[in-house]
């Protein structure tokens, strides 16, 4: 079991910075990849961004649209992950979630491919 909690969502305006925390537990050495993904009211959950742990390969991924302005990390002694998110638009409005894997070279751009979810943390951007 891996147990994930994220931090970090609130209230900023637009053009301005976050940045998203994911504290995993639990079973971590059994983690391939963890991913970003937002569900904004009455629109299917997207992709953000994912990274892969395991064989140190560190390979990222990132949606279109937050190219160029959000950063996803990972600080292996915390077993964390974060999402910094700059030049934020209304558009980037959304709960956030992270998510984690346990099956290796699997797609981590789609929901499906994931076992374990946190609870979300609200972002809003005001215009």
């Known amino acids: 079991q891996v147990q994930l909690v994220e931090s970090g969502g609130g209230l900023v305006q637009a053009g301005g910075s976050l940045r998203l925390s994911c504290a995993a537990s639990?079973?971590?050495?059994?983690?391939?990849?963890t991913g970003w993904f937002r569900q904004a009211p009455g629109k299917e959950r997207e992709f953000v961004a994912a990274i892969v742990w395991t064989w140190s390969l560190g390979s990222i991924y990132y949606a279109d649209s937050v190219k160029g302005r959000f950063t996803i990390s990972r600080e292996n002694a915390k077993n964390t992950v974060y999402l910094q998110m700059n030049s934020l638009k209304s558009e980037d409005t959304a709960v956030y979630y992270c998510a984690a894997n346990s099956v290796r070279w699997s797609d981590l751009r789609k929901p499906s491919s994931y076992y374990y979810w946190g609870q979300g943390t609200q972002v809003t951007v005001s215009s």
């Open positions: 639990g079973r971590t050495d059994s983690i391939y990849g």
